[in-house]
Nanobody, 125 residues
Framework: QVQLVESGGGVVQAGGSLRLSCAAS????????MAWFRQAPGKEIESVAA????????YFADSVKGRFTISRDNDKKMVVLQMNSAKPEDTAIYYC??????????????????WGQGIQVTVSS
């Protein structure tokens, strides 16, 4: 069983930056892709960003393009979401996920096999 642990959440002022990290507990585990999703109160889970492990292809939701970046560390089995120019609408629980079924960066939740417990991000105005 692979466990994903998110860190770096908290409260940030609108326009500020926040850095979320996600690490896999199993060091021998090699994902094909890792991604971030989020869920705001009363809304369904939505994709945020994703990155393929070998080709470093990326995907970004339209709502975060130009503001968020995603990066990976193959050796550490870690993915980082850099949130810049944060907006109040970015407030949500953010989930890290990893896929063993796709080599592309995708925002489809069905492609991901393991999920973290989620971490709260609050953007104040």
């Amino acid at each position: 069983q692979v466990q994903l642990v998110e860190s770096g959440g908290g409260v940030v002022q609108a326009g500020g930056s926040l850095r979320l990290s996600c690490a896999a507990s199993e060091r021998s585990f090699t994902p094909l892709a890792m991604a971030w999703f989020r869920q705001a109160p009363g809304k369904e889970i939505e994709s945020v960003a994703a990155i393929s492990w070998m080709g470093s292809n990326t995907y970004f939701a339209d709502s975060v393009k130009g503001r968020f970046t995603i990066s990976r560390d193959n050796d550490k089995k870690m993915v980082v979401l850099q949130m810049n120019s944060a907006k109040p609408e970015d407030t949500a629980i953010y989930y890290c996920a990893t896929s063993q079924s796709t080599i592309d960066a995708t925002g489809s939740s069905r492609a991901y096999d393991y999920w973290g417990q989620g971490i709260q991000v609050t953007v104040s105005s």
